[in-house]
């Protein structure tokens, strides 16, 4: 399985999104079966490091986002992930303009996993650090949704 997490810049709420779900995957013994990334739908951010501030705010709740770095959503993308996930309405209209018509990948939003559809997470990028604590949050809550939905997928398979 793979699971590819999309924002606008790739460094604040789809690398947090990247090193939460994967710290979780760990932790459910479901690192060997998912793999994990994420993009940004601009080219504005492409091989930085994640925002200082995501980068605090994860690493107070035990996750290291320090090696990730930027990169830009291509039409590879569609081929290689089974699960394709915005952060907002402006991501995901992104992703279902460019996804080819024969992509089989499931493309949505990441908050639809914790039973909150057609919400977004808020781009923090403007704020301050309060809303990089509220990615966080709901990042966490949409993770264990998602993790839920993987292991039925993985049970079946
Ligand atoms: P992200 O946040 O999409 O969560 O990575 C942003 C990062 C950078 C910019 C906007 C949003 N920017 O305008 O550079």
């Given amino acids: ?4 997490f999309v924002c606008l810049g790739n460094i604040c709420r789809s690398p947090t999104a990247e090193g939460v779900f994967r710290s979780r995957l760990d932790k459910a013994g479901l690192a060997e079966r998912v793999e994990v990334d994420s993009c940004g739908t601009s080219d504005w951010h492409i091989g930085e ?3 200082p501030r995501a ?8 996750v290291d986002l320090s090696r990730l770095r930027g990169r830009q959503l291509c039409e590879d993308d569609f081929r290689r992930f089974d699960y394709i996930l915005g952060m907002d309405h402006m991501n995901l209209e992104k992703l279902e303009a460019m ?16 039973g909150r559809s057609d919400e977004a997470i808020p781009d923090p990028y403007t704020g301050d650090d309060r809303g990089f604590e ?3 949050d709901l990042i ?3 993770s264990d949704g998602l993790i839920d939905e993987l292991r039925r997928h993985l049970d079946r398979a």
């Fill in 1 to 4: 399985m793979r699971v590819l």
């Fill in 140 to 142: 966490e809550a949409a």
């Fill in 99 to 114: 996804r080819p018509a024969k992509s089989q990948a499931h493309v949505g939003l990441f908050l639809d996993f914790a």
């Fill in 134 to 136: 509220k990615v966080l």
């Fill in 49 to 51: 490091s994640p925002d």
């Fill in 55 to 62: 980068v605090a705010a994860a690493k107070s709740r035990g």
